[in-house]
């Protein structure tokens, strides 16, 4: 199964963009690249996905590199509610997710 | 639309124990996934479960098991309970590209 790689934590300030990068060296030409977020005590929530092209949806916005190597997802405005881990993940059309690590979101009022 | 749910949402046992878990997924969803969550390890697959039957498996030992019944509700048991069980067991159910989670059963193995 492919692995991501993210940084471990990220801060940004309240009301300022947040790029958040993943590397997915070994993606497959089938693999989708989908992006949950778990805030605290809580299940993950599905964010966004893509496959090739960029994607933007009420929540966020997912920018892929041409090779596909990589991958940004991008909070317009981080608001204090939006701290939470994020996860990238490879889906490659079963629901065996395989989680890494995540990168810790900190939001500064 | 009524979201994923867990129950117990928390559960006291001792070594040795087993213990069992319910997961009620989102009315429609037939796949069902069960995952592991611990400080030291993160997130990790436990099985899926697709029209009843066990369609991906992760690596864990046998003691894990699980089942689905033919409305959707899924069961997960854990035999012979460890110390090193305790932890958030997540339930996730979806019917396209996208997992709903539950808010998961917080085990504690004494």
């Known amino acids: 199964d492919a692995k991501t790689t993210q940084p471990n934590s990220m801060e940004s300030n309240e009301e300022e963009p947040v790029h958040l990068p993943c590397n997915h060296s070994t993606i497959s030409g089938t693999d989708y690249i989908h992006w949950y977020r778990q805030l605290p005590s809580q299940g993950p929530e599905y964010v966004i996905h893509g496959l090739t092209s960029n994607v933007n949806n009420r929540m966020a916005s997912l920018a892929i590199a041409e090779d596909r190597k990589s991958s940004t997802l991008i909070l317009h405005r981080a608001t204090l509610r939006d701290a939470a881990v994020y996860y990238c993940i490879l889906f490659s059309g079963t629901y065996k997710y395989i989680f890494g690590t995540g990168t810790r979101l900190k939001v500064l009022a | 639309k009524a979201g994923v749910t867990q129950t117990p949402r928390y559960l006291i046992k001792t070594r040795g124990q087993q213990v069992t878990l319910s997961c009620s997924p989102i009315?429609?969803?037939?796949?069902v996934s069960w995952y592991q969550q611990t400080p030291g390890q993160g997130l990790q697959f436990l099985f899926e479960y697709f029209s009843e039957t066990q369609r991906n498996k992760g690596n864990f030992p046998g003691r894990f098991s699980g089942r689905q019944f033919s409305n959707s509700r899924s069961e997960m048991n854990v035999s012979t309970l460890e110390l090193g069980d305790s932890a958030l067991y997540l339930c996730?159910?979806?019917?396209?590209?996208?997992?709903?989670f539950g808010p998961g059963t917080r085990l504690t193995v004494l």
């Open positions: 009315s429609g969803h037939r796949s």
């Open positions: 996730a159910s979806s019917s396209g590209m996208e997992q709903f």
